[in-house]
């Protein structure tokens, strides 16, 4: 299954999760993972945001998450959530020396295929989860 990583400077961990079994799974379960997945990657990314020392990451997964369900029901609330999900990968992906996933494919997938929004999300946080795990602030460049 999922590959767990230590996030240096606490005892928190954090998934590499497929990118496909995101979406999948997000298919097959008729949206409820993905309630689950937007929990843990914000207690996630507040674990690594501690490390870092910034609440720039967020510092609360359940209100991430009640802004989804509950506050989907008024809308503004989880577009904000999700906006703001989004912009807390890429200040992650900033932190840990990688360039960020790009907004405007964000959006685009968020539009047209939401699971794909999702995965796009993960792929973004898997990087940073590698530098965690490679020991260096950046991932080593793929060879040609």
């Known amino acids: 299954m999922a590959q767990e990583v230590q996030i240096r400077g606490t005892e928190a961990r954090a998934k590499l999760r497929s990118v496909v079994w ?3 799974l997000e298919l097959i ?4 993972y993905g309630f689950f997945w937007w929990y843990f990657i914000h207690r996630e990314l507040r674990d690594y945001g501690r ?12 209100t991430s998450l009640l802004a989804i369900t509950l506050g ?10 999700i906006y703001n999900g989004f912009k807390r990968v890429q200040a ?10 790009n ?14 929004y999702m ?3 993960q792929s973004g946080l898997n990087a940073v989860w590698h530098a965690q ?12």
């Open 133 to 144: 795990a490679g020991g260096a602030e950046s991932p080593a460049p793929e060879p040609a």
């Open 72 to 81: 989907l029901l008024i809308i503004v609330p989880a577009l904000v959530s």
């Open 22 to 24: 995101v979406i999948v």
């Open 29 to 32: 379960t008729l949206a409820i």
């Open 92 to 101: 992650a992906q900033r932190l840990s020396g990688i360039e960020p996933i």
């Open 103 to 116: 907004g405007w494919i964000g959006l685009i997938l968020f539009l047209v295929f939401y699971p794909a």
């Open 119 to 121: 995965g796009y999300m």
């Open 51 to 62: 490390a870092k020392n910034t609440k720039e990451l967020g510092t609360s997964p359940g």
